[in-house]
């Protein structure tokens, strides 16, 4: 990964067309299995981490059985998972059914490949970073809706139609509150909506404090996307205390545990939209990393990238323990009767900050005024 | 439109004392009221009803537990011995079977002879693991009482 | 019911559902989310209580009263016990009367605290339930200490109760009165007064006066419907009349009197009144026999009884029937839930299946009692 495949596929323009297309195919499945990995770990950890928090706000104690402090009970969770009897229900529209948790999955995994973990590590620099990351992630709701009817489940069905209700309404806030974002670095790239962010000590210049349009997006965004990843308050694909386990009622074993995965996936991927949009991606706080070397630095930037994700994440689990959950007619409204109209003219604001002000952020005035 | 923003204001607020409450025990450590249970185990307090035991060798057999238990959890067979004295040589306990209600343990005439243990961890793997027998076995081929029920009342005065 | 348009569908929720508190079968026609009509299938649990009590003397029922409500297994006990004393007329000594009166409103706490508990874990809030139950298990111990027993008590007997409370149980209840307002506050804070709580209970299922008096329905179920009519201060057994406490009765705070949130509210109400009762009676505990003398082996005279006493679930009442031999010739058993449940038909009508789940849970309804 790094950047390692620009340069080495650089490096083979004087190759043969045969031997580039070999040596590109090998990097790309490197790439692409080191990324799983890590995607497979933070899915893991993440599991882990909110049973954890989990037992920590209701006054328990939580997993402490496997490994210390239990850290290693995903691992053990994965193991019973795999050994568990594949149940493929009687009735159930066989393909359908099967394809389902794979296209849920890899639509979630798919998403991690644009993302930019710091200056030079990143799968792929897309242009349509943003846009690319929106359009895969609503794959998910059709393969929802595939295992939904697959299963033949009245439950499932149930699920599967709450989800997809939710998934397409929740992306316009989604959409909207990141346009507001979006205008100011003018540049779909990862990559460049960070570097944008640089400076100002690695915090002011964060898109987050640009103007308080780019505030309110966040939070606009923050929300919409907990219900874009099926969380509770806004869990109500999966409702268990209503519709016994929505979408993936009649799914065992691996099966059931792509579904999972994969919404720690959406999880991981909401909140790295956020931070990269936000809250300065892989930037540096505080500290001059520019003196410091190559190595120590990348290390750092995808240790502050990870740490900002991990922060939004226990921001959700937090707000899944503490809150009940909404109606399906309250969830519309909030959408449509809040979150859309409130995004809608947040980004009429921020075009017109961003008009008046030449793109300028109030970090960017004060410091102009100061030097002044 | 102000009732809009009130209503929202109201609601942000109300999510936040929430959150505030939730956040108090998270990263209290101090928080936790469970206990890690094989490691940790809880001590019950001295009239728990656990699992019953019987001292056979005082056991005057009087079936009075037997007759009160409304599940019929006790099966007791007594013969007499040389002595004429009631012994019991079969004294089942059914655990499965039992709803620890404690009037078998009311009903004994004698002190300390059937009472609650404080245990509550016997599981089985088989129902049959589940009976605890207590009865001193066939001590001889005695003569058999039939269910006198006279001769037993006598046994409980 | 119109379950064989073809414009509807019927799902069976249960006997084996998430939130449908034991196994009860809902049959539910639904339209998409709307519900058109409910069908309750009771009997899943029915073990013949009351023709097992007919086989076996009058003091070999108690344990099974137990099993009747088993969240409030002391209420239970009580009623029965005051029934076979009716018949019997025997005086309850002083102490014995104060004990029970502390026992049952202990146990319509812990009883209450489920409830409460296992309402927000039907909405989606999962924290509640643990405070809930961590709250309970104060008096867990409390009554383990007392009479060994953690749910199925067997404590109040014909003629008193079963044994005196052991040294050290006021100062533990006392500790547990000055500790338990503030988890109050706290559920109040955390579930009570959240603005999605609200949402979904205000104005839902609502049971006018009228209505409450057709279906027979009773408790804080009834009282939430604004009827003043509480067993122990309408008709005043064991100590009741002495005691100094409210009734609460539903106002309406969040929408219409008689909605789902008022049933809920009740019954924290309810705690705090029951908290004040135990207080007032362990001031009031004075030395004494804590039970009558009666005769080993009951033969009450021949003829019939009915009492009733309220339970944290409304009136519960056992008509006995004595032919004079030392078992009964007929115990019938007036269950609050089953009578409580029966509205469900009217109430879930045209509501959406989200507040099918409102509803069960705020009619609080315990399923071995409703089969017995």
């Known amino acids: 990964m790094i950047s390692l495949i620009e340069h080495m596929t650089a490096g083979l323009s004087n190759a043969g067309p045969f031997m580039r297309i070999v040596v590109t195919t090998i990097i790309m499945l490197v790439s692409g299995v080191i990324v799983l990995a890590v995607a497979l770990l933070y899915e893991g950890v993440a599991t882990y981490a909110e049973r954890k928090v989990a037992g920590d706000i209701q006054a328990r104690i939580g997993p402490n059985r496997v490994g210390p402090y239990g850290f290693l009970q995903f691992i053990a969770d994965g193991v019973k998972l795999l050994l568990k009897e594949d149940i493929i229900p009687f009735y159930a529209d066989k393909w359908l059914f099967i394809a389902a948790p794979y296209i849920v999955f890899t639509a979630s995994f798919a998403a991690f490949v644009p993302l930019s973990y710091s200056d030079h590590v990143y799968v792929a620099n897309l242009n349509v970073g943003i846009l690319y990351m929106i359009a895969i992630s609503s794959v998910v709701s059709m393969a929802v809706l595939m295992g939904a009817w697959g299963s033949n489940n009245k439950w499932s069905l149930f699920g599967g139609m709450r989800a997809v209700a939710q998934i397409v309404s929740y992306e316009i806030p989604i959409i909207l509150s990141l346009l507001a974002a979006l205008i100011i670095p003018a540049s779909l790239t990862m990559k460049d909506i960070i570097v944008y962010q640089s400076g100002g000590f690695g915090i002011f210049r964060w898109l987050i404090f640009n103007n308080p349009f780019t505030l309110l997006a966040f939070f606009v965004y923050y929300i919409a996307a907990i219900a874009e990843v099926n969380r509770t308050p806004f869990d109500i694909p999966e409702a268990e205390s209503e519709i016994v386990a929505g979408y993936h009622t009649e799914y065992t074993g691996m099966r059931f545990a792509f579904f999972f995965m994969a919404e720690y996936g959406d999880m991981f991927v909401v909140s790295a939209i956020a931070v990269t949009l936000f809250l300065g991606g892989w930037q540096i706080p505080f500290i001059g990393a520019l003196s410091m070397p190559l190595w120590l630095r990348e290390v750092l930037e995808v240790a502050v990238f990870f740490t900002k994700i991990f922060l939004l994440i226990y921001l959700m689990m937090w707000i899944r323990w503490t809150l009940p959950r909404l109606r399906v007619d309250q969830l519309m409204e909030l959408c449509w009767k809040y979150l859309t109209p409130i995004a809608f003219f947040n980004l009429i604001g921020a075009s017109v900050w961003v008009l008046l002000l030449n793109g300028k952020g109030v970090y960017d005035i004060i410091a102009g005024l100061l030097i002044h | 439109m102000s009732e809009y923003f009130k209503k929202m204001f109201d609601s942000i607020k109300s999510v936040l004392t929430g959150m505030g409450i939730t956040i108090r025990y998270g990263v209290n450590p101090g928080t936790e009221v469970t206990q890690q249970y094989p490691e940790v185990k809880r001590e019950p307090y001295d009239r728990f009803r656990g699992k019953l035991f019987v001292d056979i060798n005082i056991c005057t057999g009087c079936t009075a537990c037997a007759r009160i238990c409304p599940v019929d959890v006790i099966t007791l067979k007594t013969v007499r011995d040389e002595n004429k004295k009631l012994r019991p040589v079969v004294f089942d306990i059914d655990n499965a079977k039992c709803i620890y209600c404690g009037l078998c343990v009311e009903a004994c005439p004698v002190d300390n002879c059937l009472y609650f243990e404080k245990k509550y961890e016997f599981s089985s793997y088989s129902k049959e693991g589940l009976v605890s027998h207590f009865g001193l076995g066939e001590l001889k081929p005695a003569e058999k009482k039939p269910e006198d029920k006279k001769e037993e009342k006598e046994a409980v005065k | ?261 008022d049933r809920y509210m009740m019954r924290i109400y309810e705690m705090e009144q029951s908290a004040n009762i135990v207080r007032q009676c362990l001031d009031m505990l004075e030395a004494g026999d804590y039970t009558a003398k009666i005769s080993k082996v009951l033969k009450p005279p021949a003829g019939e009884v009915y009492v009733r006493a309220e339970n944290p679930r409304g009136e519960l009442g056992f008509y006995l029937i004595s032919d004079g031999s030392a078992k009964p010739y007929r115990l019938k058993i007036r269950a609050p839930s089953f009578a409580n449940l029966s509205i469900i038909t009217k109430l879930a009508r045209g509501v959406m299946m989200a507040d099918l789940i409102a509803i069960i849970g705020s009619l609080d309804i315990i399923l071995p009692e409703i089969d017995r």
Not at chain 3, 95 to 122: K, P, T, W
Not at chain 3, 246 to 256: A, N, Q, R, S, T
């Open chain 3, 1 to 261: 019911m119109a379950g064989t348009d073809e414009k509807f569908m019927q799902i069976s929720m249960g006997p084996q559902h998430p939130s449908t508190h034991g196994v009860l079968r809902l049959l539910v026609t639904t339209d998409g989310e709307v519900l058109s009509g409910v069908k309750p299938y009771i009997g899943y649990l029915h073990r013949g209580l009351e023709k097992i009590a007919e086989r076996l003397t009058y003091p070999q029922f108690t344990p099974f009263t137990d099993r009747l409500d088993y969240l409030a297994a002391m209420n239970c006990n009580l009623a029965y016990a005051m029934t076979v004393e009716k018949l019997l007329n025997v005086e309850i000594p002083r102490r014995a009367q104060i004990l029970r009166v502390i026992m049952a409103e202990l146990n319509r706490i812990s009883s209450h605290l489920i409830s409460f508990g296992s309402f927000s874990a039907d909405m989606g809030a999962f924290t509640p339930f643990l405070f809930g139950i961590r709250e309970r298990e104060f008096i867990n111990d409390l009554f383990e200490m007392t009479c060994g027993a953690r749910l199925t008590y067997n404590y109040i007997r014909i003629g008193g109760v079963s044994q005196d409370i052991p040294e050290g149980f006021i100062d533990k209840t006392r500790e547990f009165l000055d500790y338990f307002p503030a988890k109050i506050k706290e559920y109040n804070e955390l579930l009570s007064f959240n603005a999605i709580f609200i949402k979904r209970l205000a104005n839902i299922a609502v049971i006018s006066p009228e209505d409450a008096f057709d279906y027979g329905v009773t408790g804080p179920n009834l009282r939430a419907s604004g009827i003043k009519w509480d067993l122990r201060r309408a008709e005043p057994y064991l100590i009741y009349n002495e005691l100094d406490f409210d009734i609460p009765v539903g106002k309406g705070e969040m929408g219409k009197v008689g909605d789902s949130w």
